[in-house]
Protein backbone atom coordinates (compact mmCIF):
# COMPACT_ATOMS: atom_id res chain seq x y z
CA UNK A 1 0.00 0.00 0.00
CA UNK A 2 2.03 3.11 -1.26
CA UNK A 3 1.19 6.50 -0.04
CA UNK A 4 3.51 8.00 -1.75
CA UNK A 5 0.60 10.20 -2.96
CA UNK A 6 -3.27 10.89 -1.54
CA UNK A 7 -4.84 7.57 -0.96
CA UNK A 8 -8.67 8.78 -2.12
CA UNK A 9 -11.22 6.35 -1.00
CA UNK A 10 -14.68 6.56 -2.73
CA UNK A 11 -17.06 5.34 -0.16
CA UNK A 12 -19.89 3.58 -1.67
CA UNK A 13 -20.75 2.15 2.13
CA UNK A 14 -24.50 1.26 1.17
CA UNK A 15 -25.46 3.79 -0.47
CA UNK A 16 -26.43 1.23 -3.53
CA UNK A 17 -29.65 0.07 -1.73
CA UNK A 18 -28.77 -3.20 -1.69
CA UNK A 19 -28.64 -3.32 -5.74
CA UNK A 20 -26.05 -4.70 -7.64
CA UNK A 21 -26.66 -2.66 -10.83
CA UNK A 22 -26.70 0.70 -8.61
CA UNK A 23 -23.70 -0.75 -7.21
CA UNK A 24 -21.30 -1.18 -10.52
CA UNK A 25 -22.87 1.83 -11.49
CA UNK A 26 -21.01 3.43 -9.05
CA UNK A 27 -18.30 1.14 -9.63
CA UNK A 28 -18.07 3.32 -13.25
CA UNK A 29 -18.08 6.55 -11.27
CA UNK A 30 -15.45 5.81 -8.99
CA UNK A 31 -13.36 5.05 -11.80
CA UNK A 32 -13.99 7.87 -14.07
CA UNK A 33 -13.57 9.97 -11.47
CA UNK A 34 -10.17 8.96 -11.03
CA UNK A 35 -10.24 7.68 -7.38
CA UNK A 36 -7.78 4.92 -5.89
CA UNK A 37 -10.00 2.59 -4.30
CA UNK A 38 -14.04 1.93 -3.88
CA UNK A 39 -15.13 0.70 -0.62
CA UNK A 40 -18.24 -0.70 0.32
CA UNK A 41 -19.39 -2.50 3.64
CA UNK A 42 -19.54 -6.15 4.25
CA UNK A 43 -21.78 -7.47 7.43
CA UNK A 44 -23.19 -10.45 8.45
CA UNK A 45 -23.68 -11.42 12.13
CA UNK A 46 -22.65 -8.16 13.01
CA UNK A 47 -26.51 -6.33 13.92
CA UNK A 48 -28.38 -7.88 16.35
CA UNK A 49 -32.16 -7.24 16.11
CA UNK A 50 -32.53 -5.57 19.35
CA UNK A 51 -30.51 -2.92 17.30
CA UNK A 52 -31.59 0.52 17.56
CA UNK A 53 -31.20 3.15 14.70
CA UNK A 54 -28.83 5.96 14.81
CA UNK A 55 -30.84 9.53 15.43
CA UNK A 56 -29.76 9.91 11.67
CA UNK A 57 -30.49 7.27 10.24
CA UNK A 58 -34.28 7.66 11.72
CA UNK A 59 -34.17 10.97 10.44
CA UNK A 60 -33.31 9.42 6.83
CA UNK A 61 -34.81 6.05 6.54
CA UNK A 62 -37.87 6.63 8.98
CA UNK A 63 -38.71 5.65 12.72
CA UNK A 64 -39.92 1.90 11.47
CA UNK A 65 -38.15 -1.22 12.07
CA UNK A 66 -34.69 -2.04 13.82
CA UNK A 67 -30.85 -1.49 12.77
CA UNK A 68 -30.87 -5.17 11.66
CA UNK A 69 -34.24 -4.51 9.56
CA UNK A 70 -32.35 -1.56 7.80
CA UNK A 71 -28.98 -3.16 7.01
CA UNK A 72 -30.58 -6.64 6.05
CA UNK A 73 -31.98 -4.32 3.25
CA UNK A 74 -28.89 -2.74 1.89
CA UNK A 75 -26.39 -5.55 2.47
CA UNK A 76 -24.81 -7.62 -0.37
CA UNK A 77 -24.09 -11.80 0.67
CA UNK A 78 -20.37 -12.79 0.12
CA UNK A 79 -21.27 -14.04 -3.58
CA UNK A 80 -22.20 -10.53 -4.38
CA UNK A 81 -19.19 -9.06 -2.87
CA UNK A 82 -16.58 -11.50 -4.98
CA UNK A 83 -18.73 -10.24 -8.10
CA UNK A 84 -18.22 -6.77 -7.39
CA UNK A 85 -14.32 -7.62 -6.68
CA UNK A 86 -13.99 -8.94 -10.19
CA UNK A 87 -15.92 -6.16 -11.71
CA UNK A 88 -13.92 -3.38 -10.38
CA UNK A 89 -10.27 -5.61 -10.94
CA UNK A 90 -11.42 -6.15 -14.44
CA UNK A 91 -12.20 -2.36 -15.02
CA UNK A 92 -8.80 -1.30 -13.32
CA UNK A 93 -10.16 0.26 -9.69
CA UNK A 94 -9.12 -1.12 -6.23
CA UNK A 95 -11.96 -2.58 -4.66
CA UNK A 96 -12.02 -2.94 -0.46
CA UNK A 97 -14.78 -3.06 2.10
CA UNK A 98 -14.60 -2.24 5.98
CA UNK A 99 -15.85 -5.86 7.67
CA UNK A 100 -17.61 -5.80 10.67
CA UNK A 101 -17.61 -9.30 11.81
CA UNK A 102 -15.19 -12.11 11.86
CA UNK A 103 -17.01 -14.24 9.56
CA UNK A 104 -16.70 -11.22 6.65
CA UNK A 105 -12.92 -10.17 7.92
CA UNK A 106 -12.25 -14.33 6.78
CA UNK A 107 -14.06 -13.93 3.72
CA UNK A 108 -12.37 -10.44 2.49
CA UNK A 109 -9.36 -12.45 3.39
CA UNK A 110 -10.33 -14.60 0.91
CA UNK A 111 -10.85 -12.15 -1.78
CA UNK A 112 -7.33 -10.88 -1.42
CA UNK A 113 -7.89 -7.49 0.20
CA UNK A 114 -4.64 -5.63 0.12
CA UNK A 115 -5.14 -4.05 3.41
CA UNK A 116 -8.34 -3.14 6.11
CA UNK A 117 -10.51 -0.01 6.29
CA UNK A 118 -11.44 -0.53 10.51
CA UNK A 119 -14.23 1.74 11.18
CA UNK A 120 -14.30 4.34 14.27
CA UNK A 121 -17.23 2.00 15.78
CA UNK A 122 -14.72 -0.97 16.26
CA UNK A 123 -11.84 1.12 17.67
CA UNK A 124 -13.48 -0.80 21.23
CA UNK A 125 -13.74 -3.84 20.15
CA UNK A 126 -10.58 -5.75 21.54
CA UNK A 127 -11.93 -9.48 19.82
CA UNK A 128 -12.09 -7.66 16.52
CA UNK A 129 -8.69 -5.84 16.42
CA UNK A 130 -7.11 -9.00 17.33
CA UNK A 131 -8.18 -10.72 14.57
CA UNK A 132 -7.98 -7.82 12.28
CA UNK A 133 -3.92 -7.86 13.07
CA UNK A 134 -3.62 -11.43 13.45
CA UNK A 135 -4.15 -11.17 9.44
CA UNK A 136 -0.57 -9.08 9.30
CA UNK A 137 -1.92 -6.75 6.80
CA UNK A 138 -1.94 -2.79 6.85
CA UNK A 139 -4.59 -0.83 8.65
CA UNK A 140 -6.00 2.20 7.76
CA UNK A 141 -8.61 3.14 11.01
CA UNK A 142 -11.31 5.96 11.42
CA UNK A 143 -11.44 6.98 15.10
CA UNK A 144 -14.80 9.24 15.26
CA UNK A 145 -16.11 9.04 18.36
CA UNK A 146 -12.47 7.74 19.99
CA UNK A 147 -10.26 9.07 22.21
CA UNK A 148 -7.25 9.28 22.36
CA UNK A 149 -6.22 6.60 25.06
CA UNK A 150 -9.34 4.24 23.38
CA UNK A 151 -6.93 5.16 20.10
CA UNK A 152 -3.83 4.27 21.79
CA UNK A 153 -4.76 0.66 23.20
CA UNK A 154 -6.42 -0.20 19.85
CA UNK A 155 -3.16 0.31 18.30
CA UNK A 156 -1.33 -1.05 20.64
CA UNK A 157 -3.71 -4.55 20.46
CA UNK A 158 -3.26 -4.28 16.55
CA UNK A 159 0.52 -4.30 17.13
CA UNK A 160 0.42 -7.07 19.86
CA UNK A 161 -1.44 -9.10 17.26
CA UNK A 162 1.33 -8.38 14.39
CA UNK A 163 -0.63 -5.81 12.37
CA UNK A 164 1.41 -4.17 9.55
CA UNK A 165 1.31 -0.10 9.14
CA UNK A 166 -1.01 1.77 11.16
CA UNK A 167 -2.59 5.03 9.48
CA UNK A 168 -4.69 6.89 11.28
CA UNK A 169 -8.19 9.02 9.78
CA UNK A 170 -9.57 12.18 11.98
CA UNK A 171 -13.15 11.17 11.54
CA UNK A 172 -16.78 12.98 13.19
CA UNK A 173 -19.53 10.58 13.36
CA UNK A 174 -22.14 12.87 12.16
CA UNK A 175 -24.02 12.61 9.33
CA UNK A 176 -23.65 14.91 7.54
CA UNK A 177 -20.59 16.91 10.04
CA UNK A 178 -21.52 20.43 10.93
CA UNK A 179 -17.88 22.14 9.61
CA UNK A 180 -17.43 23.33 13.31
CA UNK A 181 -17.29 19.62 14.02
CA UNK A 182 -14.66 18.67 11.59
CA UNK A 183 -11.90 19.72 13.25
CA UNK A 184 -8.86 19.18 10.67
CA UNK A 185 -6.24 20.17 13.14
CA UNK A 186 -7.31 16.92 15.23
CA UNK A 187 -5.01 15.07 12.31
CA UNK A 188 -2.05 16.90 13.69
CA UNK A 189 -2.40 15.62 17.10
CA UNK A 190 -2.88 11.93 15.57
CA UNK A 191 0.28 12.23 13.47
CA UNK A 192 2.57 13.77 16.60
CA UNK A 193 1.17 11.40 19.40
CA UNK A 194 1.79 8.29 17.24
CA UNK A 195 3.89 8.89 14.84
CA UNK A 196 1.87 7.40 11.91
CA UNK A 197 0.55 8.73 8.35
CA UNK A 198 -2.66 10.20 8.98
CA UNK A 199 -5.92 11.47 7.05
CA UNK A 200 -9.89 12.71 6.90
CA UNK A 201 -12.62 10.31 6.67
CA UNK A 202 -15.51 13.36 5.69
CA UNK A 203 -18.82 13.08 6.35
CA UNK A 204 -19.08 17.11 5.60
CA UNK A 205 -21.25 18.59 3.32
CA UNK A 206 -19.64 19.36 -0.17
CA UNK A 207 -15.81 18.94 -0.96
CA UNK A 208 -13.59 21.77 0.39
CA UNK A 209 -12.90 20.17 3.69
CA UNK A 210 -11.17 17.11 2.04
CA UNK A 211 -9.40 19.52 0.01
CA UNK A 212 -8.30 21.83 2.58
CA UNK A 213 -7.22 18.09 4.43
CA UNK A 214 -4.54 17.32 2.13
CA UNK A 215 -3.09 20.87 1.89
CA UNK A 216 -2.43 20.16 5.72
CA UNK A 217 -0.81 17.24 5.23
CA UNK A 218 -3.10 14.24 5.01
CA UNK A 219 -2.24 11.56 3.25
CA UNK A 220 -5.39 9.21 3.05
CA UNK A 221 -9.16 10.72 1.65
CA UNK A 222 -12.27 8.98 2.25
CA UNK A 223 -15.55 10.43 1.50
CA UNK A 224 -19.22 9.64 0.71
CA UNK A 225 -20.49 9.44 -2.56
CA UNK A 226 -23.80 8.58 -4.15
CA UNK A 227 -25.73 8.78 -7.57
CA UNK A 228 -28.10 11.27 -5.94
CA UNK A 229 -28.83 12.86 -2.99
CA UNK A 230 -32.55 12.02 -4.02
CA UNK A 231 -32.45 8.53 -3.24
CA UNK A 232 -33.30 7.01 -0.33
CA UNK A 233 -30.99 5.46 2.54
CA UNK A 234 -29.43 6.36 5.50
CA UNK A 235 -26.28 8.12 3.97
CA UNK A 236 -27.58 9.62 0.89
CA UNK A 237 -28.07 13.35 2.23
CA UNK A 238 -24.16 13.13 3.57
CA UNK A 239 -22.13 12.17 0.58
CA UNK A 240 -21.26 14.09 -2.92
CA UNK A 241 -22.61 12.92 -6.22
CA UNK A 242 -20.61 12.13 -8.78
CA UNK A 243 -19.91 15.83 -10.23
CA UNK A 244 -18.53 16.12 -7.15
CA UNK A 245 -16.77 13.64 -6.61
CA UNK A 246 -14.27 13.90 -9.55
CA UNK A 247 -14.16 17.60 -9.01
CA UNK A 248 -12.35 16.52 -5.47
CA UNK A 249 -10.29 14.05 -6.98
CA UNK A 250 -8.75 17.01 -9.31
CA UNK A 251 -8.37 19.25 -6.79
CA UNK A 252 -6.70 17.06 -4.52
CA UNK A 253 -4.25 16.20 -7.50
CA UNK A 254 -4.08 19.84 -8.39
CA UNK A 255 -2.96 20.67 -4.37
CA UNK A 256 -0.60 17.94 -4.46
CA UNK A 257 1.46 19.03 -7.20
CA UNK A 258 1.14 23.11 -5.61
CA UNK A 259 2.50 21.54 -2.33
CA UNK A 260 5.46 21.24 -3.66
CA UNK A 261 8.95 19.76 -2.35
CA UNK A 262 9.41 22.87 0.40
CA UNK A 263 12.97 23.97 -1.04
CA UNK A 264 12.86 27.57 -1.52
CA UNK A 265 14.51 28.64 -4.77
CA UNK A 266 13.82 30.28 -7.97
CA UNK A 267 12.16 27.73 -10.47
CA UNK A 268 12.64 28.10 -14.32
CA UNK A 269 9.40 30.11 -14.76
CA UNK A 270 10.14 32.68 -12.02
CA UNK A 271 13.58 33.08 -13.74
CA UNK A 272 12.63 33.67 -17.18
CA UNK A 273 10.32 36.19 -15.80
CA UNK A 274 12.87 38.19 -13.00
CA UNK A 275 14.14 40.90 -15.76
CA UNK A 276 9.94 42.49 -16.16
CA UNK A 277 9.65 41.85 -12.28
CA UNK A 278 12.98 43.40 -10.66
CA UNK A 279 13.70 46.81 -11.29
CA UNK A 280 17.32 48.12 -12.57
CA UNK A 281 18.93 51.37 -11.76
CA UNK A 282 18.25 53.47 -14.10
CA UNK A 283 19.03 57.53 -14.74
CA UNK A 284 16.42 59.89 -13.12
CA UNK A 285 17.65 62.92 -15.08
CA UNK A 286 20.22 63.36 -18.02
CA UNK A 287 23.70 62.71 -16.46
CA UNK A 288 27.29 63.82 -18.17
CA UNK A 289 30.07 61.90 -18.73
CA UNK A 290 32.22 61.89 -15.65
CA UNK A 291 29.39 63.10 -13.24
CA UNK A 292 29.20 60.85 -10.16
CA UNK A 293 26.07 58.64 -8.98
CA UNK A 294 23.99 59.93 -6.34
CA UNK A 295 20.83 59.19 -4.99
CA UNK A 296 19.76 62.78 -6.52
CA UNK A 297 20.34 61.17 -10.65
CA UNK A 298 19.81 57.34 -10.36
CA UNK A 299 16.65 55.41 -9.45
CA UNK A 300 14.88 51.89 -9.46
CA UNK A 301 12.70 51.33 -12.51
CA UNK A 302 11.61 48.53 -14.29
CA UNK A 303 13.25 48.96 -16.96
CA UNK A 304 15.06 45.45 -18.75
CA UNK A 305 18.31 43.48 -17.64
CA UNK A 306 20.54 46.22 -15.87
CA UNK A 307 22.53 46.56 -13.27
CA UNK A 308 19.71 45.28 -10.17
CA UNK A 309 19.11 47.54 -7.07
CA UNK A 310 20.56 45.04 -4.63
CA UNK A 311 23.74 46.71 -6.06
CA UNK A 312 22.81 49.91 -5.11
CA UNK A 313 25.65 50.83 -2.68
CA UNK A 314 28.27 49.96 -4.92
CA UNK A 315 26.89 52.17 -7.88
CA UNK A 316 26.74 55.15 -5.58
CA UNK A 317 30.12 57.27 -5.72
CA UNK A 318 30.89 55.85 -8.89
CA UNK A 319 31.58 58.24 -11.82
CA UNK A 320 29.45 57.81 -15.07
CA UNK A 321 31.65 56.06 -17.37
CA UNK A 322 29.51 58.56 -20.36
CA UNK A 323 26.54 60.26 -21.11
CA UNK A 324 23.37 58.60 -19.63
CA UNK A 325 19.77 60.06 -20.58
CA UNK A 326 16.93 59.96 -18.63
CA UNK A 327 15.16 56.47 -18.32
CA UNK A 328 18.65 54.99 -19.48
CA UNK A 329 19.73 51.87 -17.60
CA UNK A 330 23.31 52.89 -15.93
CA UNK A 331 26.44 51.10 -17.08
CA UNK A 332 29.61 50.90 -14.83
Given amino acids: MSLQKTLIIAEAGVNHNGDMDTAIKMIDVAKDAGVDIIKFQTSITS ?36 ELKQYCDSIGIHYLSTPFDFESIQFLESLGCEFWKVPSGE ?28 IQTAIDILKENGAGKISLLQCTTEYPTPYEDVNLRAMNTLNKRFGVDVGLSDHSMGIEVPIAAVAMGAKIIEKHFTLSRELPGPDQKASIEPDE ?61 GISPALWDEVIGKAAIRDFIEDEMIEL
Fill in 47 to 82: TSKYSEKAKYQKETTGDEGSGLDMIKKLRFSFDQHR
Fill in 123 to 150: IVNIPYLRRIGKTGKDIIMSTGIGTIEE
Fill in 245 to 305: LKLMVNAIRHIELALGDGIKEPHKGEIENRHVSRKSIVASRDIKKGEIFTEDNIVPRHAGK
